[in-house]
C-alpha cells in the first residue's frame, strides 16, 4: 500500500517539479510518468537511508518525489533536445 501511496503521490510530486522547472515542463501527463518514476526512486532512497515509506510523512514523500521528478525532467530534457 505504501508504494501505492509512494506513486500516486510521485504523480503530484512530478506536476509540482514541472511547475517550478517550467522550461523542463513535459506536459501533464509526461510531467505525472517522471514524477510516477521519481517518487518510485525516492522511497527507494528514504528507505535506503533509514526513514522508510511506512511511517513515514506525506510531506517526506512529496518532497523526495518533487526532487526525484525535477531530477528525472532534467535528464529527460537533456535528451529531448
Avoid at 506536476?15 to 514524477?35: D, H, I, P, Q
Avoid at 517518487?39 to 518525489?65: D, E, P, Y
Wanted: hydrophobic share 60%.
Amino acid at each position: 500500500m505504501d508504494w501505492l501511496v509512494s506513486l500516486i503521490l510521485g504523480a503530484i510530486g512530478g506536476n509540482l517539479a514541472g511547475f517550478v522547472l517550467k522550461g523542463k515542463s513535459l506536459g501533464t501527463l509526461w510531467n505525472s510518468v517522471v514524477g510516477i518514476l521519481g517518487g518510485g526512486i525516492g522511497a527507494f532512497i528514504l528507505g535506503a537511508l533509514g526513514v522508510g515509506t511506512s511511517g513515514a510523512s506525506w510531506l517526506w514523500m512529496i518532497i523526495a518525489a518533487l526532487i526525484g521528478g525535477g531530477v528525472l525532467l532534467w535528464i529527460v530534457s537533456l535528451f529531448k533536445k
